[in-house]
């Protein structure tokens, strides 16, 4: 049978650019992103809208029909009162970190921001989260990086990256000059690699803050993730926090038993926010059944079938701990920027979903104004936390429920 030619499009190119890859394969290359979008097709939440009547869609927004739905075209007087509602969060009050709206882009798939300027109006975003940053530059993981998954993929990119002194010369002069808060995302081996990453960020103009990325390996410990360890967990917190005035984000990993010993301990050493989560560990295998499929064998899954785990994970820490949380997996629309705020979340990072729709973060921004315009809202402050527990202590705070 004759090969079929391989067309790479320009959202082939996008993908190769935010995943780190020089070039976007020609050959065997898998997933095609065509295929990555019929995985994360907004899911139709009719069923359960906020009023419980069916939902419309008016042009952009999916509308949760409280009162009548905005026209595509909102009307001046519309607009005015659009422009009213103050979406701003503060994600780290003592430190100055406060985002224009909740809809933040995630790490690792939204490059350095720079890449996606001609198609996404970057300046409407609440903050951007550039992609995983260490001490020196990192060649990343043997190719294939990325697969396609049901309802998401797996990516094992292995944070490929120029190393911080390259961010700083290249990128900084460029996010400077933005108004977009850019929050560069910090990974390391050791304590020292992220304090010596943190040292040479601050201070630096267009750097925001910083997100500490703890699923790494700890040297230090024999390859123990940082994430999975309270006690680990709480020292390369504590330590960076010592070493810089930046607003410090955490990000969670879902890979544990109990998330919510390692949040406290996050929030006690000092984190101003925490960000949850990081991507599910994977593997897929390969066609011929002879080998695991990713390169570096296992890969990090993300995009909707995830979810549902991140939703667990933001609803359990919004119980513990007091700082914001931000919510990140699987968003895809409106509906589930909603879910992240009703569990807790004060923002949301979209991810996956952005190489399949690179615009969606901004619609979402537009979105969720246009909800709190027909909730009669002046912020979106009241829909956060409405799904947690009413009664302090109630069952969920306790410890793991679900039993299989
Ligand atoms: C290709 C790819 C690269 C990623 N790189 C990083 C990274 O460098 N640092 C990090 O903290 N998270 C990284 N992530 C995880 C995302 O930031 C996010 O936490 C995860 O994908 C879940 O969100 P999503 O389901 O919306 O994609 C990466 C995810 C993907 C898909």
Redesign the pocket.
């Known amino acids: 049978m004759k090969a079929r030619k391989k067309v790479v499009t320009a959202a082939d190119v996008r993908l190769a650019k935010?995943?780190g890859q020089s070039k976007p394969a020609k050959a065997k290359r898998t997933p095609t992103v065509r295929t990555i979008k019929s995985a994360i097709v907004p899911v139709d939440r009719s069923a359960r809208s906020f009023s419980g009547r069916p939902r419309v869609e008016t042009g952009s927004a999916a509308v949760a029909d409280l009162g009548a739905p905005l026209a595509a075209r909102p009307t001046l007087v519309e607009r005015e009162a659009l422009d009213r509602i103050d979406l701003s969060i503060e994600l780290a009050p003592q430190r100055g970190l406060r985002l224009p709206n909740p809809i933040m882009v995630?790490?690792?798939?939204f490059g350095y921001g720079v890449e996606y300027g001609e198609v996404v109006d970057v300046q409407r975003l609440g903050a951007i989260?550039c992609?995983?940053t260490t001490l020196r530059p990192r060649a990343g993981n043997p190719p294939p990086r990325?697969t396609e998954t049901p309802g998401?993929?797996l990516?094992s990119?292995g944070?490929q990256n120029p190393g911080v002194d390259a961010v700083i010369e290249k990128y900084g002069p460029v996010w400077q000059g933005w108004k977009v808060p850019v929050i560069v995302?910090v990974?390391g081996e050791s304590i020292e690699d992220y304090v010596e990453v943190a040292r040479r960020l601050d201070g630096v103009p267009g750097v925001a803050g910083i997100?500490l990325?703890i699923?790494c390996p700890n040297v230090g410990k024999g390859g123990l993730q940082f994430a999975i360890d309270r006690d680990a967990a709480r020292a390369v917190t504590a330590a960076v926090r010592r070493a810089t005035d930046l607003p410090l984000l955490v990000?969670l990993s879902p890979n544990v038993a109990d998330v919510r010993p390692i949040a406290k301990a996050i929030e006690e050493a000092g984190a101003d926010a925490i960000t949850a989560?990081?991507?599910l560990s994977g593997l897929a295998v390969s066609a011929d059944r002879t080998r695991a499929f990713l390169g570096n064998t296992y890969g990090?899954l993300?995009?909707?079938a995830?979810?549902p785990v991140?939703l667990r994970i933001v609803y359990e820490v919004a119980q513990v701990v007091s700082i914001p949380i931000v919510g990140?997996?699987?968003?895809t629309s409106l509906a589930d920027v909603l879910d992240f705020m009703a569990c807790g979340a004060v923002a949301v990072?979209?991810?996956?979903?952005i190489f399949a729709d690179p615009e969606l973060p901004v619609r979402l921004g537009d979105e969720l104004r246009a909800e709190c315009l027909r909730r009669g809202l002046s912020s979106c402050a009241p829909l956060v936390g409405t799904a947690l527990p009413k009664r302090t202590g109630a069952p969920s705070a306790k410890g793991a429920e679900y039993r299989p």
Not at 106 to 109: D, I, L, P, Q, R
Not at 349 to 353: D, F, N, R, S, W
């Open positions: 935010a995943t995630a790490s690792g798939t989260c992609k995983g990325v998401g993929m990516n990119i944070l995302n990974a997100e990325n699923s990000k989560i990081n991507t990090g993300s995009g909707p995830i979810k991140a990140i997996g699987g968003v990072q979209v991810g996956t979903a």
